[in-house]
């Protein structure tokens, strides 16, 4: 007789079990399931009927039954427990739905230790996993991002001397005008630019690991491409003795359609090792077509140290040398190459090896490319050299910048070079001085006040439009267009600009932009393709193919082809590049004094500049400190760049470049690298103003006097 209290436990325990949320089963010594409670039946879609005439086994695929028959029910036979997770089906079985069920389960054993009954609590583990995985995607995330911050800090460290060095070659361009003198500049140039964006993309080798990186197809000049190559090694090469020289089959088309960028770069990271590697011999640069359609192989033959057949696979793993000596004498990241087979495999081709020690290495690889217009590739060639060419008549510029200082330097360089300028600090006034005379271009800020530029160049061009459909009454309106009635050229001027903000300026009616500080060659060169002929540039100068040096790849060797390179720089190559380093201010200083130097022969126009900028530090750092207190992102982002349009004014590039990722930050909204950039910025504008009063302002009265 079971006694009231039992029957009364039996009862509480039945209720528990009914409404509990954890799926409770209980089966007897054959697994038969007796019992399972309504927690059960929603997560298996079972009802109690279904699952009576069940056995616990078939709620299980394959593997885990293997688990339950070697380890779950022999310790349920011994009277243990047993907890982990196995995978389940759903009530459709193996057609139905597969899921993770955490179960922990127990056994009641007779008094002869036999097995009576076997019970489980269970509930479904998905969700769990996914937040473990999600755990894990955001550790993983973590570590990348701190080794992206680390690429990241060590890249600033190395574009700094760098950048120096292109720096200091483009003044000595400026003032060298003697033929092999100017020739090695260019190519001193030329290498030091190409290294300083293989830079870029080793130090972007998270973006490479994430599969971010996407290639940038256009239409370029094999040619010229492999003449880089040997412009940037030759003289390494020549110097150690080694004969480097390009062969190129004569049936590999010239013009080819495809990322040019990273073509070069796997040709660098061979050629570079092949060099590095080799103390005497030949280094070979093979092009040539395949059998497939588009697929054109590249292979690098040395005469080097070789490397071990069983060490190949290594050189292609991330951070791998194959030994320390190795380093020790030949330096490098061992990410070259693991770089290269990533970039070769996105050109949908593949890198291999073959190598013999002492005798050396031949590196090989395939990369598909599209025919190119020869006639493309010459049009954009012209438009490269053309800079240099541009000869602009006496122009009437209207200047609309609200920066005095900016708009002092802009109105300076213009009026230099012979053309009659209206300048005015915002866009409403530059739609009065629009409407009173003819302009033959507009430079356009675009952040002003009272209205700003992206406002007042649809203005302009809704007059304009207006007045082309009223041509009939020109003489009666209040300004006029060119008898052609063509829209006057607008150019923006911006200290900052963000992804799709060309496209802004574009529909807003500008024609192109610049970025600031304003280079001089690339303002004239911009201005001479909007009044010369925007979609055909080469038609500034009388014969554009004329403009594209002729390469000369030979087997004659390295001589002959540095000989002939006739390699000329972008207009926007002239910008010396932004730079951030610990020792900013050293560079910030030389920034300044460089700048003093440039203009030197105009000493009001070098003296006010120099005094405004004194001038306005110490208010415009005013009001970004009080944003940053206030925690304004909107007015941190505008004291930030009216910082950038000083700093450009006088050239300070290392100033500018904090100020921009201020400001970048700032539109983030990221505070923590708000003050971090907004220190190193406070730390030179200090710098360069008690500079100046100490130093800068005694140079300029005594070159006045």
Not at 374 to 387: F, W
Not at 473 to 484: A, G, I, V
Not at 570 to 575: S, T
């Amino acid at each position: 007789m079971i006694s009231a209290t039992a029957k009364k436990q039996k009862k509480n325990c039945y209720y528990i079990a009914q409404s509990s949320d954890e799926s409770i089963a209980i089966s007897n010594s054959q697994g038969q399931l007796i019992y399972i409670n309504p927690a059960h039946e929603k997560l298996f879609g079972r009802s109690l009927e279904e699952a009576l005439i069940c056995n616990y086994r078939d709620y299980y695929p394959p593997e885990s039954l293997e688990i339950l028959n070697t380890r779950v029910v022999p310790a349920l036979m011994r009277g243990e427990s047993w907890e982990g997770i196995l995978d389940v089906y759903d009530k459709n079985g193996r057609n139905g739905r597969r899921f993770p069920l955490w179960e922990r389960a127990g056994s009641i054993l007779d008094a002869d230790g036999k097995m009576l009954y076997g019970f489980g609590f269970m509930h479904d583990f998905t969700k769990q996993i996914q937040i473990e995985e999600e755990l894990r995607k955001t550790k993983k995330t973590a570590a990348n991002k701190a080794k992206s911050e680390f690429l990241a800090n060590m890249s600033h460290e190395i574009r700094t001397p760098i950048s120096g060095i292109i720096g200091m070659i483009k003044i000595m361009l400026t003032y060298n005008s003697e033929s092999n003198a100017r020739q090695s500049l260019i190519i001193m140039q030329h290498s030091a630019e190409f290294l300083l964006n293989i830079i870029n993309d080793i130090l972007d080798f998270s973006k490479i690991e994430a599969g971010k990186m996407k290639l940038s197809p256009a239409d370029f000049d094999l040619c010229y491409t492999m003449e880089g190559i040997l412009s940037q090694f030759g003289p390494e090469a020549k110097n150690n003795n080694l004969f480097l020289q390009v062969n190129i089959a004569h049936d590999v088309p010239r013009y080819l359609h495809g990322d040019e960028s990273r073509l070069r770069q796997v040709l660098i990271n061979l050629v570079g090792n092949a060099v590095k590697f080799t103390e005497q011999g030949t280094i070979s640069v093979n092009v040539e077509k395949t059998e497939e359609p588009g697929k054109l192989l590249f292979s690098v033959t040395d005469t080097g140290i070789g490397i071990p057949e069983n060490r190949y696979a290594d050189l292609f793993e991330s951070f791998v040398q194959l030994d320390v000596s190795y380093s020790k004498k030949y330096q490098g990241t061992g990410l070259g190459l693991p770089i290269s087979k990533k970039l070769v495999e996105m050109m949908g081709g593949e890198i291999r090896l073959e190598s013999k020690i002492g005798k050396g290495s031949n590196f090989y690889f395939t990369a598909m490319f599209e025919k190119a217009s020869s006639e493309e590739v010459i049009k954009r060639e012209a438009e490269k050299h053309a800079a240099e060419q541009v000869i602009l008549p006496p122009l009437k510029v209207l200047v609309a910048e609200d920066d005095e200082l900016n708009r002092m330097y802009v109105v300076h360089i213009l009026e230099t070079a012979g053309h009659h300028v209206v300048s005015v600090p915002d866009g409403k006034q530059a739609i009065e001085a629009f409407k009173k005379e003819h302009f033959d271009v507009i430079l356009m800020d675009i952040q002003m006040p009272e209205m700003d530029g992206i406002e007042a160049a649809r203005i302009i061009r809704n007059e304009e439009s207006n007045m082309r459909n009223k041509a009939s009454d020109t003489e009666n309106s209040h300004f006029s267009l060119p008898t052609s009635h063509s829209p006057i050229p607008i150019i923006a001027l911006t200290a900052y600009t963000m992804k799709g903000d060309r496209d802004q300026f574009i529909n807003a009616g500008m024609d192109d932009y610049l970025p600031k500080p304003v280079d001089k060659d690339e303002l004239f060169y911009t201005i001479g393709k909007m009044i010369g002929n925007a979609a055909n540039p080469e038609a500034l100068v009388s014969n554009p193919e004329a403009l594209v040096p002729k390469p000369q790849l030979g087997n004659d060797g390295v001589e002959h082809c540095i000989a002939d390179i006739s390699l000329v720089p972008k207009p926007e190559a002239l910008v010396p590049k932004p730079r951030l380093g610990n020792d900013g201010v050293e560079h910030c200083i030389a920034d300044i004094i460089r700048y003093i130097e440039q203009y030197n022969d105009d000493k009001e126009f070098l003296d006010n500049m120099l005094k405004g900028f004194v001038r306005e530090t110490p208010v415009r750092m005013e009001k970004l400190t009080r944003a940053i207190s206030e925690k304004n992102f909107e007015q941190i982002a505008k004291a930030a760049h009216s910082i950038t349009n000083l700093v450009s004014a006088v050239r300070i590039y290392s100033a500018a470049n904090y100020s921009k990722e201020l400001e970048k930050a700032a539109r983030n909204e990221q505070m923590k690298e708000v003050l971090s950039f907004y220190e190193s910025l406070k730390q030179e504008m200090v710098s360069l103003t008690k500079y100046y009063i100490k130093t800068i302002n005694c140079e300029v009265n005594a070159c006045i006097k």
